[in-house]
């Protein structure tokens, strides 16, 4: 079983939608949670870390669910600049597991 | 902000072939990391260091070698490149403690002919 998974996609949705993804993780003893976003041909960028009371930057909200080994990233009023795929990592000490991504397209 | 750099963007060399790539810090991270990315599978861990002259292997750490003389540089080294081996590779920072993210070099993909 990977240690983190995520739903591929893609996701494909209009401009002004709302659109969330889920990541799993099978760690129990997991101790950080981030997302970040990955462009074509890009590095990984972080887009936010994950707390466990949740959190908000602006459009994009993130929680965790340590009781079901969660996490989720809530886009709001999406641009045609949010389209990318969008990476869950999981991290305990100095290690991180990366999801394999999920492709969001955003479109006019 | 943290600035990561990687020595190339695009590198091209030949089977067998010793390939060195790269890793320069400005923050003064301790731990520093090595991932290949490839369609389909995602990061995988080749190598990470948490110290100067500190290393320890990844989940894919078969033909690589790494060394950190300094804090700032890490490199990867494919002792004789494979074919197998092109792929974008991805050099990472963190600070030590939990919970601090990665941060992320612009990669080289390199490609073995």
């Known amino acids: 079983r990977k240690e983190v998974e995520q739903d591929p996609g893609p996701f494909n949705v209009p401009e002004g939608a709302t659109v969330a993804f889920n990541c799993t993780y099978s760690n129990s003893a997991s101790q950080s949670f981030f997302w970040y976003r990955q462009d074509c041909r890009k590095e990984p960028k972080l887009l936010m870390s994950v707390y466990s009371s949740g959190n908000e930057d602006g459009r994009f909200t993130a929680q965790l669910n340590r009781a079901s080994q969660y996490i989720s990233l809530l886009i709001r009023d999406s641009k045609l600049s949010d389209s990318a795929t969008y990476l869950c990592?999981?991290?305990?000490?100095?290690?991180?597991?990366f999801g394999s991504g999920t492709k969001l397209n955003v479109k006019p | 902000d943290v600035k990561v750099t990687q020595s190339s963007r695009y590198l091209v060399k030949r089977t067998g072939e010793k390939v060195f790539l790269e890793c320069v810090q400005d923050m003064d991270h301790e731990n520093m990391f090595w991932y290949r990315q490839d369609p389909g599978l995602g990061l995988r861990l080749i190598y990470f260091s948490y110290d100067v002259k500190m290393k320890e292997k990844g989940d894919i750490p078969e033909g690589y070698s790494v060394s950190r003389e300094k804090k700032e540089r890490f490199s990867l080294i494919l002792e004789s490149a494979s074919t197998n081996q092109t792929s974008m590779y991805l050099c990472?920072?963190?600070?030590?403690?939990?919970?601090?993210?990665?941060?992320f070099g612009d990669g080289t993909r390199l490609s073995i002919l």
């Open positions: 990592v999981v991290g305990n000490f100095n290690k991180f597991y």
């Open positions: 990472a920072t963190t600070m030590g403690g939990e919970a601090q993210p990665q941060h």
